[in-house]
């Protein structure tokens, strides 16, 4: 059984959601090893997470590493388990969105970046974790839901959609495969969290699209601070295979929308204008 202190592996964690959550297990006193795909986004994280690290008595570690590249996954489990002794959580959260456009209109090299790291970067993350986490008698492995997870379909969102409406499939075949193992196995689902990655679609919408988007936003979107906290009690509380730690559930959604003409929920920071 893993320690009352567990070592935890957040994929693409160098900004976002997935630097919230290295934020948040540090602060309840567990190590992490987070990654990122270049040094300089590494290192500047590094800067800001080890002053929790710090501050509570824990372990931080940073790589760098190309989730498409299963060797690079390798050397991040093969680093992390040299510094932190054994990896008791692995949160498979790098990803990447293409451009709101047509999918004609792609460019080809952002259908690949999608596909390979939203997709075959998660595979390699559960193929890495669950090999080490069986070899060593325990431990849980998460994959991120995003847009399209449960078949949901937007205009420009064709690439990215299917790539985690695939990784649903996949975490839901690993879960059954993995039923009488040690490894636990379940996926995240943050809901809409106002990260790089959304501003970045926000930004490449017309005036048009946005104004349609925004009404969603008003009334779901959330920040990284609110979502974090809730994402990491889930994990750190989970017992179940095949868990599904969700922050906006069915019934928050049809709750928000029914408030939404009496309350007016603030825009998280990023989106106000």
């Not at 006193?29 to 002053?51: I, K």
């Not at 990803?95 to 998660?122: E, F, H, R, W, Y």
């Not at 689902?189 to 009404?215: C, F, H, Y």
Request: glycine share 10%.
């Amino acid at each position: 059984m893993p320690d009352s202190v567990r070592s935890v592996v957040i994929t693409g964690a160098t900004r976002g959601i997935g630097k919230g959550l290295a934020r948040e297990f540090l602060r309840r006193g567990h190590n992490v090893c987070f990654c990122g795909r270049s040094q300089e986004s590494v290192d500047n994280a590094y800067a800001d997470l080890v002053r929790d690290a710090e501050a509570n008595g824990t372990k931080v570690i940073g790589q760098t590493c190309d989730v498409s590249n299963i060797k690079h996954v390798q050397n991040l489990w093969d680093r992390a388990t040299v510094v932190l002794g054994h990896i008791d959580i692995w949160i498979n959260n790098a990803g990447v969105a293409n451009a709101m456009a047509k999918i004609a209109d792609l460019d080809p090299t952002d259908i690949t970046a999608v596909a390979q790291t939203n997709l075959i970067g998660s595979i390699n993350g559960c193929h890495v974790a669950l090999n080490g986490m069986t070899e060593q008698g325990h431990g849980a492995i998460y994959n991120f839901e995003g847009f399209g997870s449960n078949g949901a379909k937007n205009w420009g969102l064709a690439v990215y959609g299917s790539s985690k409406y695939a990784l649903t499939y996949f975490t839901q075949c690993l879960v059954k495969e993995t039923k009488a193992s040690p490894v636990i196995v379940g996926c995240m689902s943050p809901g809409i969290v106002t990260t790089d990655m959304i501003l970045g679609e926000r930004n490449r919408m017309t005036p048009e699209q946005w104004a349609k988007t925004r009404r969603i936003y008003d009334i779901l979107a959330d920040d990284v601070q609110t979502v974090t906290p809730y994402l990491v009690d889930g994990v750190l509380n989970n017992q179940k295979h095949g868990a599904r730690i969700a922050w906006l559930t069915t019934s928050k959604v049809i709750r928000r929308f029914l408030a939404s003409p009496f309350l007016k929920r603030k825009l998280p920071r990023g989106l106000q204008n």
